[in-house]
């Protein structure tokens, strides 16, 4: 369903069980960072009602995300990190070209989140699946199915916003790019790396 071309090694499992801790940090900052690009997405294409009105809704479940993976590292006697650099992220946004029309950056900027979004689905589906804490695995689950209409919403407006031709192509290319990112990563203890 999500088109990723490499799967994550499911031993990925294991390095997040040894790290529960910092997995959870680096979670709620990846769910910061959902609700910062929405943000940033109303603000970039205020003309876009449409768009604006989704990601509205989006930034208040993130947050709302937010809220439940910390109040987990609380519930644990933990407190919240310091955010790292997401390096699966700062290697995907180089993939396209910087520049070009308004929709054209709009169509790249809509297709990395939707990629980002499909990626932590995957994820979280693993981890759902293969978490010995049952409690942690159920949380998890829920948070897969959410990730999933991120996904698809993502993907869904780039192809209406720019040509669905053109755009199914850069998809194509992007996942390509991504599986490429991941031969290196899924040795970390990171939601994407």
């Known amino acids: 369903m999500l088109?990723?071309?490499l799967p994550t090694d499911p031993r990925w499992v294991n390095i997040v069980?040894?790290?529960i801790d910092e997995i959870l940090t680096d979670h709620a900052y990846c769910e910061q960072k959902a609700?910062?690009?929405a943000i940033s997405l109303i603000v970039?294409?205020?003309e876009y009602t449409e768009l604006v009105q989704e990601m509205?809704?989006?930034v208040r479940e993130e947050m709302g995300h937010f809220k439940m993976v910390h109040d987990r590292i609380i519930d644990?006697?933990?407190i919240l990190g310091r955010d790292r650099k997401d390096e699966y992220v700062l290697e995907l946004i180089k993939f396209f070209p910087k520049g070009g029309s308004r929709t054209t950056q709009l169509v790249h900027r809509l297709l990395y989140a939707a990629l980002i979004e499909a990626r932590s689905c995957e994820r979280f589906r693993l981890l759902s699946e293969e978490l010995e804490d049952k409690e942690l695995a159920n949380f998890y689950h829920k948070l897969?199915?959410?990730e999933a209409g991120h996904y698809?919403?993502?993907l869904k407006f780039a192809r209406q916003y720019g040509d669905r031709t053109e755009v199914n192509q850069k998809w194509e290319d992007l996942l390509a790019h991504e599986a490429n990112i991941m031969k290196d990563l899924s040795k970390g203890e990171s939601i994407h790396g």
């Open 76 to 78: 644990r006697g933990q």
């Open 3 to 5: 088109g990723l071309k």
């Open 152 to 154: 698809t919403m993502f």
């Open 144 to 146: 897969m199915i959410s």
């Open 56 to 58: 509205v809704a989006l």
């Open 44 to 46: 970039s294409f205020p």
């Open 35 to 37: 609700a910062a690009t």
């Open 17 to 19: 069980e040894k790290n």
